[in-house]
């Protein structure tokens, strides 16, 4: 006779696999389905067809016909249900890991509060699903210049994330459309006609120029001004092994995780953007007192730190006073405007320069010697002299002409000195040079 006990555990188990299922559990239904097939086939074993825990299978009438399946048969049958099952639960298992990947670092995304944190978060990506590299790229027009702090000391020739223009960025997406998906790319990382737009740090070290693996390109289309309606900025993945992305594998969580990273990035910059603008000067939009006391301060620890020299120009206007007087203040603001653009015009990556009141400005030069430092202030004498009413489109009218000339105090920062100090010291040198008659 059948042993009732082992029909009876697996109408339980079959029971507890569905409502696992029901519930949303399918790590249950799928142990569950595990405990069934292993239950049939030790009943099937328990003894010859006829004695066991199973009725003879012969005897056992399909619904289109008479014919039965061994024991034999329903073994092997069990035995590939286990087999599926496994294969199932190790699916199961590569997904949920995949999922709580994802999830964690969302978390982490969400946590994020300021640009500067950026190149942390992707190398925190980089090393959770094992990248080799995870880049992120901005148009410039997306970026405004008052959401990104200078550039660190160790890293004067980079910064990030990377800005390029939205023109090259739409250019860069419209040959990848060829090969890849309106919404995404997925693919051969040689496919990249441009790997240096997605990829700008890696195709910069690589020795041909070349990136190989696979990769994941997602664009953002947010807050896009260019008129081309091309991506406002790109998060790219990139993997040695050429088989990690490719078009057949499901990309839900990927994509759904680039989504969210988009949202949240350009609501941040939104927030930087609008507490970035105390930091810039209303008539001019460069730099205020208040970034250079706020910023100055972390650079001249940065270079005590790595041991980098750090110059400070003091700049102040000689006998503008009379342009003010003469051609009135509409003409004098008019020229402050151009200086300020002038002396950001002449000034490297990563140099600082402020407009501290009036018609005094400072430029802080990180990794300059005071040498150096005198042939960018020559530099700077001979373009601000370029300034003149015609110029800037002004008729003379019978009033006297003028040209913009500065005094330019130069300092160099030493051991123990701060941001006070070093300011005062190229005051005085300023003053000094106004004394000897330097225009």
Known sequence: MPDTSTFTRIMELCRQ???????GRPELALSALDAVAETALHALAAGPAGSGVFPPVSRVRSGVGNAGTSVEQAR???????????????????????????????????????VQELPALCRHIEQLFGLAAVELVMACQVLPAETCPPLPLQETDAAFPVQMEAETLAAAWAALQ???NPRRYIGPATALEHPEVFFPTAARHSPDGILRGSCFVFPFRRGNTDASGGPAG????????????????ATDYLEHFCAVFEAIIFSLLEKEFVSGRQYLDPLTGIRNRAYLEHYGRQLLEQACILDIPVCLLFLDLDHFKP???VWGHETG???????????????????????????????LLPDASLEEASIYATRLHTALEGITPQALGLAVEGRPPFVVRASIGMACHAPGMNLEALLHAADSAMYAAKQKGRS
């Not at 790109?234 to 594998?249: A, E, M, V, W």
């Open 17 to 23: 696999g569905r409502e696992g299922f029901l519930a």
């Open 76 to 114: 092997l049958q069990f035995m590939r249900l286990k087999a599926a099952n496994k294969a199932l639960a190790a699916a199961y298992e590569s997904t949920l890991t995949a999922f709580h990947k994802f999830r964690d670092c969302l978390d982490v995304v969400q946590q994020v509060r300021t």
């Open 178 to 180: 060829e090969v890849g």
């Open 234 to 249: 790109f998060l790219s993945l990139l993997d040695s092994d050429p088989g990690r992305y490719t078009p057949d594998k």
């Open 323 to 325: 342009v003010n007087d």
């Open 333 to 363: 603001d008019l020229v402050l405007r151009e200086v300020a653009r002038t002396l950001d015009h002449v000034s490297r990556r990563g140099d600082v320069v402020c407009r501290i009141g009036g018609d005094e400005f400072i430029i």
